[in-house]
């Protein structure tokens, strides 16, 4: 405010006529030049000194000026500071976050969290309280990239939270107590929008291959000295479950070696369509499976992958107590393999041995085991080649031939030549370095025989007993 005006204005008069001319005349230029800078910044940043004008171009915008790295450069550097000061301060809250969850700190682990949204703060809630039932003596959060406009998940979160909410893939390295030496990872990700002086964490998503039990349902944690069960929601097992599981562990050891963990996780859904969902598939797929396992690998050299035996309550309760028995000992087999881990491994040498195993011992004979396949064989039905891995999936509606096919095979292998044998052949498998021709090459050196040689016999022995 000029002194003048600020005068005439104490004294209560009128101000000249001249002054407001002046200041109309001022305001007036000062837009003038501004609406002239707008119009030029698209030639300003297009034609570089030295440059003409495009042909017909107005002459008042066709101006140029050199573009200097030493403007451009300054800016880019404080953008990239502040980007590494807000991943310091996210970095932070998750450390905050991570020393809760191994505290068991409920009230600590949700102070990091934005709590306007019910639904949001009733899911954390319900993830720390299972987190405070879990026997963990590791859990960290490690920053693995930040999501760019090109993922919905960040978009959909600007939208809500503003466009200064971050979006990052998340890895989580935890280790549960007496569980083996090594941690495995889970991947998640999460959002964060600043608050004051800190950041609230708006947006924890389990992105996994497979979802985590602990943000799914309320766990309940049962654990023994080499098995770990979380039992989800209002799922029942059954009372003989822990003790089944423990002794297939055992057993396990005895039959393939103690060069494993020696020790299983095992997840009770509360129903078959909660294992869907856990799986990230449809529930009604898995009706045909009493269990499975998988395992999952986000880390490098010094992590191990996440191995799960999950129970389908609805296959569970269909088999008697000998059956539960034989299905942990398959499955806790593959754990100890390794098999739970995705490849192009023979699925006939994977499952055919699970299979022998358990039902090893069990007093179950073969026109039990192999009912369906010596049916089909009757019936003129002789099966042309091993099973290969489309035979094993849960919608093939001759699933239980792969199986017993698979059992044969293995089971051929171990009359013919011995049991030693058989595991010779496996682990030889497994240290072949193309997965799609370990079993061939592993026959050859350890038996002197194919596949086609053992294909051909397997069949006549099918025929034989048929």
Do not use: C
């Amino acid at each position: 405010m000029s002194e003048s005006f600020a005068q005439s204005a104490h004294d209560g008069k009128s101000a000249p006529t001249h002054f407001y001319s002046r200041i109309r005349f001022w305001f007036g230029l000062a837009t003038v030049i501004a609406l002239l800078a707008v119009a030029a910044v698209p030639t300003l940043l297009l034609l570089p000194a030295g440059s003409k004008p495009a042909p017909g171009a107005p002459p008042s915008v066709a101006i140029t000026i050199p573009v200097s790295p030493t403007v451009a450069a300054p800016v880019a550097g404080l953008l990239a500071e502040q980007a590494r000061r807000d991943q310091n301060a996210i970095s932070q809250v998750l450390s905050i976050r991570a020393n809760a969850v191994t505290a068991k700190q409920t009230d600590a682990f949700l102070q990091t969290t934005e709590q306007s949204s019910v639904d949001f703060t009733t899911k954390q809630l319900r993830l720390i309280t299972n987190l405070n039932q879990l026997p963990l003596e590791q859990w960290d959060y490690e920053l693995d990239g930040k999501l760019d406009g090109t993922s919905s998940l960040a978009r959909q979160v600007r939208r809500t939270f503003g466009s200064n909410a971050q979006t990052y893939q998340v890895k989580v390295r935890y280790a549960l107590t007496g569980f083996g030496d090594k941690p495995t990872v889970a991947l998640r990700t999460m959002s964060f929008i600043p608050q004051g002086q800190t950041w609230k964490v708006v947006s924890d998503i389990d992105s996994g291959r497979f979802r985590q039990p602990w943000d799914e349902n309320y766990l309940s944690v049962v654990q023994g000295p080499d098995v770990l069960m979380m039992v989800m929601g209002s799922a029942k097992p059954t009372p003989s479950l822990m003790q089944q599981a423990s002794q297939a562990v055992a057993a396990v050891t005895t039959f393939w070696g103690s060069d494993w963990q020696r020790k299983v996780e095992i997840v009770i859904p509360a129903s078959q369509r909660e294992l869907g969902n856990l799986l990230r598939g449809n529930g009604a797929d898995y009706s045909s499976l009493a269990a499975l396992a998988t395992a999952e690998g986000n880390g490098g050299p010094d992590d191990v992958p996440t191995n799960v035996v999950w129970v389908n309550p609805s296959g569970f309760a269909k088999i008697n107590s000998l059956g539960r028995t034989i299905v942990l000992r398959h499955e806790i087999l593959h754990v100890a393999t390794g098999a739970a881990i995705p490849n192009d491994f023979p699925l006939w040498l994977e499952e055919g041995t699970a299979e022998y195993f358990g039902y090893k011992d069990s007093g179950v004979k073969q026109d039990v085991i192999a009912a369906n396949l010596l049916q089909a064989t009757r019936s003129g039905q002789v099966p042309t080649r091993l099973p290969t891995t489309k035979d094993f999936s849960p919608l093939n509606g001759q699933l239980d031939q792969a199986y017993e096919g698979s059992w044969w095979a293995v089971r051929y292998i171990v009359q013919t030549y011995s049991e030693q044998a058989l595991l010779r052949v496996y682990r030889n498998a497994l240290g072949q370095a193309d997965p799609a021709t370990a079993a061939d090459r592993a026959l050859r050196e350890e038996l002197g025989i194919d596949t086609a040689q053992l294909t051909a016999a397997w069949r006549a022995s099918i025929k034989a007993a048929a």
